[in-house]
């Protein structure tokens, strides 16, 4: 590193006794001004838009709460948010599988890193990918899924065709990568548990199940946060999926939020985006409890440091 | 360790261990496998009812066809076109920010912070209307830059948690001798601090490169036409013309994650680094 | 346009990230269109080639989009970045668009070329506020495709009757072979079958006020067109699974001879041969009389191309569906779609026996329907298919689909 010999002029040293200050807001400046542009604004106007009534292509007309209160009638935006309520539970089983399988892999035997990078691999696949994949093992007739049930109850069960069974198909297709994300999460977590305390406690009698719980959890707890972050944004965005296995059918019945806003504002049938603003808004509104909830413990561990 | 290692149990359950750890793995990526299978099978023998036996023979036609006959090079290109870029912006713009918030005190530093960590939660869905709106007024609306524009800023909220985190943990007397020395400030940025980043930058890059490239949903939403949608997008309407051709799809899927998967598995070291930052502390 | 600095901030940015405009020829046609399947594309690539050779000094680009994504497509590319032509469809799919401005009044291109006459069947399908909206090139029949070796192999006689048809599904049930397929993944496969229920049962007139949302959804005569379809629901008749299957692998089925009959529209004949069916085993009939005291009418979806209100070249583009209207364009470009010319001065290749069937039946016709997402007001169309996805599936629950329509029907035609 090199300490450029400073010239003394008047305006330098202005600069001189202000850089401190000036610098961080210099450095900020781009990264701020997209962020600002490109995801405080549009939330800013979401909210705005949510009490218009417009097609994209007419000008806008004010119609205030009357989005709002259509919504509390909508059937559909009912059977969204119940979805997205079964995908925010039934997600959260991401979080124990992938403690199960990191610490079924957890070993030093040989090949393990190949095997480690293998069960992590179906996280990297995009979900248009996966969603192809868990559509073709489902597909009526010939699915690996339908011949299977076909063998194992005489009748074969088509997934996707079945308003009962269809959202809990996708949340399990949504679930492998969701998975093989806790699992990596975990795996780095048990690398870095104190051995000495392992040690320790196993002189104590300590095995098993209560090992886990007293000993390793508590040591994991960054993880776990983590991994419940990630997975109750992961199924609260849950978009992909829908759109690729389903369209959000049978008859709408797989619908979550993310999903249908998007087939009010821009999809073919659609085109109220003020109604689809209003969905986002709600989502949001939900989303932001979790948020709020994450970053105060952010906050707090911050400051506590 | 946890659990207590293999090699100090008994000679049986290091065995079944061993047999177990293969069948897991299959059962693992059975449907991956499922898809693999089928991306090499002729098209005769879905016609012939054979789904799951092994091809007749290998089918790698199919590949060429999904790539040439169907253009999924161009989609792929377009991804390219897009990831890179956007790699490269949003990577560049938290260094800053990173280093800004890592290194300075300064009122509202945890609040800017913060803005930058929540925004990155938010859901697609709120930004999508005024985005599009936004797009179409810029007149870059299904183009390359539409994406780009959009996704270095929305990777910026994560980018900067990630490189504020890891600037903050570094020697800070650095920085402080540096200072008395009277080195200017961009100067500890571009000779102290950057060299230092290194592994961040590489970690980030890899990660970012995965999430854009495997976007579909802003895919969907800025772009319209064959010569801007990255693949994922192009997989999706390519998709609707392959009905009933599984070989097709099964290629087409393969294709299109080749590339973060290469990436993974390439830079593995860096992209483990980059998703579990936070989970061990 | 660029009035906020920060956008033109962005703009720039935008710009400075590579925009590549090619420096372009002095005279270009952007055609937005799709017809991304394979003998639609093709048939189009042969028009803009004859075209050009007719206007050399006209170069069309076009960007093709994939079929579904385009309806979505068309409103982003109008407001934003607008071709000279667009495809689309006529009757309630174009009036939005003509209601916010987006397309060009083309009366001057009826007027001068005497289309008014040359297109009659479809003016009024093309007409709002007494205005031309855009020029019509094609049009195909909607009726039942089957199978014929699996019709000769239970013994089944082609119907004449609903109830004939019915009876043959017996046959079939008892022969393991689904009497009628449908794939309703995208839904609109569903619409096809209630528009015949409907229009069979109630009538063209009855369909039409229904689509405008003038009769409510839990009207008896409506509960009447579902009970038509029940004959085929409840026994178990239709295919079963059909809302997890796309149309072409229902179209599949009837190739493979495990569907007999299939209720589609002619642009499906191409997936049937390529299925392995031929002129030989492949059979059409219309659409068997319910009530024999309603007039037939059918549905007869209408296709077209426009000028999007911002087109930047419309001159050239005016020329090009003069060109698009003309007898022997349109003679030629339905030869190659294999469907119906709508200038009543072309011909029809009457070597085709669905085309030739298909133009005797709709020349017979009391009235033509465009197709119910193109009849109905997009929302109303969305929920309406949906329910007729769902009757299909679980029949019992006729009740709560029709009070969910009638809802529905409320608040949208408001």
Not at chain 2, 238 to 266: D, E
Request: contains cysteine.
């Amino acid at each position: 590193m090199t300490a450029l010999p400073d010239a003394h002029g008047p305006k330098r040293s202005w600069w001189r006794a202000n850089q401190q200050r000036l610098t961080p807001w210099l450095f900020l400046a781009p990264g701020a001004f997209m962020f600002a542009v490109y995801v405080i604004y549009p939330i800013a106007a979401s909210f705005q838009f949510s009490f218009y009534d417009w097609d994209g292509l007419s000008p806008k007309t004010w119609v205030g709460w009357g989005n709002y209160a259509e919504l509390w009638g909508d059937r559909n935006f009912i059977i969204s948010l119940k979805n997205n309520i079964i995908w925010l539970v039934l997600y959260m089983l991401a979080v124990p599988a992938g403690l199960g399988i990191a610490i079924f892999l957890n070993q030093t035997v040989t090949g393990i890193r190949i095997y480690k990078s293998l069960f992590f691999f179906p996280f990297v696949i995009s979900q248009v990918v996966v969603g192809l994949m868990f559509t073709w093992f489902y597909a009526p007739n010939f699915g690996l899924f339908f011949k299977l049930t076909e063998w194992l109850t005489g009748t074969g069960t088509a997934v996707l065709a079945n308003p009962e069974y269809a959202t809990y198909g996708i949340i399990a297709a949504g679930l492998w990568p969701q998975i093989a994300y806790c699992m990596i999460l975990y795996l780095t977590g048990l690398n870095n548990v104190a051995p000495d305390q392992i040690e320790a406690a196993r002189l104590d009698g300590a095995r098993g199940l209560k090992m886990l719980w007293y000993v390793v959890l508590p040591q994991l707890r960054p993880a776990t946060f983590i991994a419940v972050v990630v997975t109750v944004i992961g199924a609260l965005r849950s978009f992909d999926l829908v759109s690729i296995m389903t369209g959000g059918g049978p008859f709408g019945q797989t619908r979550v939020l993310s999903y249908y806003m998007y087939e009010k504002a821009l999809s073919e049938y659609g085109y109220r985006m003020g109604y689809g603003a209003a969905i986002a808004v709600v989502l949001f509104l939900i989303m932001m409890v979790f948020i709020t909830g994450f970053v105060w413990k952010m906050v707090r561990d911050e400051r506590g440091r | 360790m946890f659990p207590r290692p293999i090699a100090q149990r008994s000679q049986a359950a290091q065995w079944s261990y061993a047999a177990l750890l293969p069948i897991a793995l299959i059962l693992w990526l059975l449907p991956l496998l499922g898809i693999a299978m089928t991306s090499i099978k002729p098209a005769s023998d879905l016609a012939s009812g054979n789904y799951f036996g092994l091809p007749t023979h290998p089918a790698f036609e199919n590949y060429w066809s999904v790539l040439f006959d169907f253009d999924l090079w161009r989609y792929i290109r377009n991804s390219f076109v897009v990831t890179i870029p956007t790699v490269i912006g949003a990577v560049a713009l938290s260094c800053l920010t990173g280093f800004a918030l890592g290194t300075y005190r300064f009122k509202g530093n945890l609040l800017i912070f913060f803005l930058f960590v929540a925004g990155n939660f938010v859901p697609f869905q709120i930004l999508m209307v005024p985005v599009r709106d936004l797009t179409l007024r810029m007149g870059i609306y299904d183009t390359p830059q539409a994406l780009i524009l959009f996704h270095i800023a929305f990777q910026t909220g994560f980018c900067t948690l990630f490189m504020r985190n890891f600037i903050a943990a570094l020697p800070r007397e650095l920085i402080e001798a540096a200072r008395v020395e009277g080195v200017a400030e961009w100067q500890i940025f571009w000779h102290i601090v950057l060299p230092l980043m290194k592994p961040a930058i590489a970690a980030l890059s890899v990660l970012v490169f995965t999430f854009i490239w495997n976007d579909f949903f802003w895919a969907t939403v800025l772009t319209t036409s064959a010569d801007t949608r990255p693949v994922t997008a192009g997989l999706s309407s390519l998709n609707g013309q392959w009905v009933a051709a599984w070989h097709l799809v099964s290629a087409g899927s393969i294709v299109a994650a080749l590339p973060p998967v290469a990436m993974f598995f390439l830079m593995q070291k860096h992209f483990i680094a980059g998703l579990t930052l936070g989970a061990v502390k | 346009m660029l009035r906020n600095p920060i956008i033109t901030g962005l703009a720039l940015s935008a710009a400075l990230l590579g925009a590549t405009s090619a420096i372009a020829q002095q005279r270009v046609l952007v055609f937005n269109t799709d017809t991304s399947d394979p003998a639609p594309k093709a048939a189009f690539e042969q028009l803009i080639a004859d075209f050009e050779a007719e206007n050399p000094d006209i170069d069309v680009q076009v960007n093709l989009f994939d079929h579904e994504g385009y309806k979505t497509a068309i409103r982003n590319f109008l407001t934003a970045d607008s071709p000279d032509l667009a495809n689309w469809y006529a009757g309630n799919r174009m009036k939005p668009f003509v209601d916010a401005g987006q397309f060009m009044d083309v009366s001057d291109v009826w007027s001068d070329n005497g289309l008014n006459e040359k297109l009659a069947s479809a003016e009024s399908a093309m007409t709002i506020d007494g205005k031309q909206w855009g020029v019509p090139y094609t049009y195909y029949q909607w009726g039942v495709y089957y199978n014929k070796s699996v019709y000769d192999q239970v013994g089944a006689k082609v119907p004449e009757t609903y109830d004939q048809f019915v009876e043959n599904c017996k046959l079939f049930k008892d022969a393991g072979i689904d009497c009628l397929t449908t794939g309703t993944s995208q839904m609109w496969p569903a619409a096809g079958l209630f528009d015949y229920f409907d229009l069979r049962t109630n009538g063209y007139d009855f369909h039409m006020q229904l689509t405008n949302g003038e009769i409510p959804w839990t009207d008896e005569r409506v509960r009447n067109t579902f009970a038509a379809w029940n004959k085929l629901v409840e026994p178990g008749y239709i295919t079963a699974n059909a809302a997890a299957i796309d149309w072409q692998d229902a179209a599949a089925l009837l190739s493979q001879g495990k569907a007999a009959n299939y209720v589609m529209g002619n642009f499906a004949v191409a997936t049937f041969k390529d299925g392995g069916l031929t002129d030989e085993t492949l059979g059409f009939f219309p659409f068997p009389t319910i009530n024999p005291d309603v007039a037939r009418a059918e549905d007869a979806p209408t296709d077209t191309v426009h000028i999007p209100a911002g087109a930047k070249n419309p001159e050239d583009a005016k020329k090009f569906l003069a060109f698009l209207a003309r007898a022997d364009t349109q003679t030629k470009l339905n030869e190659a779609l294999g469907q119906l010319p709508v200038n009543n001065e072309s011909t029809v290749n009457q070597d085709d026996p669905f085309l030739s069937q298909g133009f005797t039946m709709l020349s017979e016709a009391s009235g033509l329907a465009q197709f119910f997402d193109r009849d109905a007001p997009a929302e109303m169309a969305a929920s309406g298919m949906e329910g007729f996805q769902e009757f299909m599936a679980y029949p019992d629950n006729l009740d709560d689909i029709l009070n969910r329509l009638e809802s529905d029907r409320q608040r949208i035609y408001k």
